[in-house]
């Protein structure tokens, strides 16, 4: 069974500082992808980043990035010069295979990190 | 317009009543999910499909029921409603298949608030 980890109800981070988002995992699936979401208090649900796990480089899009350690299990989320509107609830999950051609996944998600932002 | 949309937005009811949360997508997806968020619980997987004649349970599908109308349309329905279903409900869509450049990423409507007294 596929299971997500998020260790850390609650951070708190400084305007402009750098946070770590901690998310592992756990999955006998070889072929899996990673995600990072982003809920802030309106409730949408914002997609943040990728990571597949054949890929060879760590993904970023802009702010963000994900440090994908593959021997650990680990995919933690890194925004880089926090902003005041990175205040939200974050949520690591995992796609994985449903059958063994890999056609039909689904998403398992981790129980969040709120994230405060202070000024 | 939102490519996936979600009615009502918000809605409080009282146990025992029927009560049917509607998804329309326009983004062509074959795949729609039903979530269900919690407090310190995250997203949980109530129902999915993956086409209009495939329906499966997902880890938490006691007490709800759904209908797939068609490629876009997946209706999520409380036959008869309990507090402990006091949630905010999310439909998400996905594109089919694991061709490279294709993640299998989830886009999610804006969210059902539903309210059970």
């Known amino acids: 069974a596929q299971k997500i980890t998020q260790t850390q109800p609650g951070m708190f981070v400084q305007e402009k500082e750098a946070v770590t988002l901690d998310c592992t995992y756990d999955t006998s699936d070889p072929s899996y992808g990673l995600f990072w979401y982003k809920q802030p208090s309106s409730g949408e649900m914002i997609f943040l980043i990728y990571?597949?796990?054949?890929?060879?480089q760590n993904a970023t899009e802009g702010r963000y990035s994900l440090n994908f350690q593959k021997a650990r299990k680990s995919a933690n989320l890194v925004i880089s010069a926090s902003q005041l509107g990175d205040s939200a609830m974050y949520f690591c999950a995992m796609r994985a295979a449903m059958n063994s051609g890999g056609s039909n996944y689904k998403l398992t998600f981790g129980k969040g990190t709120l994230l405060t932002v202070n000024p | 317009d939102a490519d996936v949309t979600q009615t009502p937005r918000n809605r409080i009811t009282k146990t025992g009543k029927r009560i049917m949360l509607e998804c329309s997508q326009t983004?062509?997806?074959?795949?729609m999910y039903w979530y269900r968020q919690d407090p310190g619980l995250g997203l949980r997987l109530i129902y999915y499909s993956f086409d209009v004649k495939d329906i499966n349970k997902g880890e938490i599908s006691d007490g709800y029921s759904v209908s797939r109308q068609a490629q876009a349309k997946f209706s999520l329905s409380l036959e008869s409603a309990i507090p402990n279903q006091t949630a905010l409900y999310f439909c998400?869509?996905?594109?089919?298949?694991?061709?490279?450049?294709?993640?299998?990423?989830?886009?999610f409507g804006e969210g059902s608030r539903l309210t059970v007294l």
């Open positions: 983004k062509g997806h074959d795949r």
């Open positions: 990571q597949g796990s054949y890929d060879q």
């Open positions: 998400a869509t996905s594109d089919p298949g694991l061709a490279t450049t294709n993640t299998g990423e989830l886009f």
